[in-house]
């Protein structure tokens, strides 16, 4: 079906979250910072999955729209995760993931707003 391709990447990126957050122990900024990357991590795959349902095209494209920001946001944490020295050589790969299904999301976007638009009339 169209779309199983990126809905498999987002659960396999949320599923590395989750590998890689067990892993972690630490104090509550650390503790903080995991629930703020799975909840995003598992929201931009969920969201996706609501926008494979989307009652129109206008709804997919917002549905799209929320996913991508999720991706964002696990993206920042992250990058926090890394910058506040508490990543492991996991987090790498889910960075470059991230990224790599930022760009997807974005283009998917980008092309339904296109179909979204009137086509002039010939």
């Known amino acids: 079906m169209k779309g199983d ?13 989750f590998r890689i957050c067990r892993d972690l122990g630490g104090d ?6 995991v629930r703020q990357l799975v909840r995003s991590a598992t929201g931009g795959g969920a969201n996706y999955e609501e926008a494979r349902g989307a009652e129109s ?7 799209l729209g929320i996913a991508n920001k999720e991706i964002r946001e696990a993206l920042y944490w992250l990058q926090l995760a890394c910058d506040a020295g508490i990543a492991n050589e996991e987090f790498g790969g889910l960075i470059q ?3 790599e299904l930022i760009a997807i999301l974005t283009a998917s976007i980008r092309t339904a707003k296109g179909r979204l638009e009137p086509q002039p009339a010939e």
């Open 97 to 99: 993931e991230a990224d």
């Open 57 to 63: 095209r206008a709804d997919f494209v917002h549905k």
């Open 5 to 17: 391709n990126i809905a498999a990447r987002l659960r396999a990126f949320a599923a590395g979250v």
């Open 28 to 33: 509550s900024s650390t503790k903080h910072i």
